[in-house]
């Protein structure tokens, strides 16, 4: 911008002390503008007590509001960090092919044979769509795509060295 253009470039905000409320320009990570308000700041009372519900077990609980408690114990915090876990390896198995989505069981049992029937054999995920792809499925029966080995097997010779 031009000189000419009226707006001039002031320097950084100025804000206010939480103490004293005068107002300062402050450094980078500066809350209060001296010294003697920030040590002042560290004698007040602390803060009541603030009532906050978990999110796990939707117990009320007490907690100091300069904490960032969340939880109402480590019991609720361990099952809340195993429910994302848990949610978190099933997307992945989901996302690599490994598992197929939920769906909620609406089928009859008659159905539920013929769907045994036309189950695909070989299931992969699209990588544009991730949509399951079967290709072993269009090209041959479930029979033929799951060979059984012969029981005669050639008999194998040792390749050790004999003394």
Not at 30 to 40: D, F, G
Not at 49 to 69: D, E, I, S, Y
Not at 96 to 102: A, H, I, S
Not at 109 to 136: F, K, M, W, Y
Request: hydrophobic content about 25%.
């Amino acid at each position: 911008m031009s000189p000419d253009s009226g707006a001039t470039s002031l320097g950084p905000p100025s804000t206010n002390c939480p103490v004293c409320q005068s107002e300062f320009v402050p450094h980078p990570r500066q809350i209060y503008c001296s010294p003697r308000c920030k040590s002042a700041a560290h004698r007040l009372p602390p803060s009541p007590p603030a009532a906050h519900t978990c999110p796990v077990c939707q117990g009320v609980f007490t907690t100091n509001p300069r904490l960032r408690q969340i939880y109402c114990s480590p019991n609720c915090r361990r099952d809340a960090e195993k429910q994302r876990n848990q949610e978190r390896d099933e997307l992945r198995a989901i996302r690599l092919g490994e598992q197929q989505p939920r769906q909620t069981p609406t089928a009859t049992a008659g159905s539920a044979r013929q769907e045994q029937a036309l189950t695909p054999t070989a299931v992969r995920n699209c990588p544009h769509c991730d949509q399951p792809v079967t290709i072993v499925a269009l090209l041959a029966t479930p029979e033929a795509a799951r060979p059984t080995i012969a029981s005669r097997v050639p008999e194998i010779t040792s390749l050790r060295r004999t003394p």
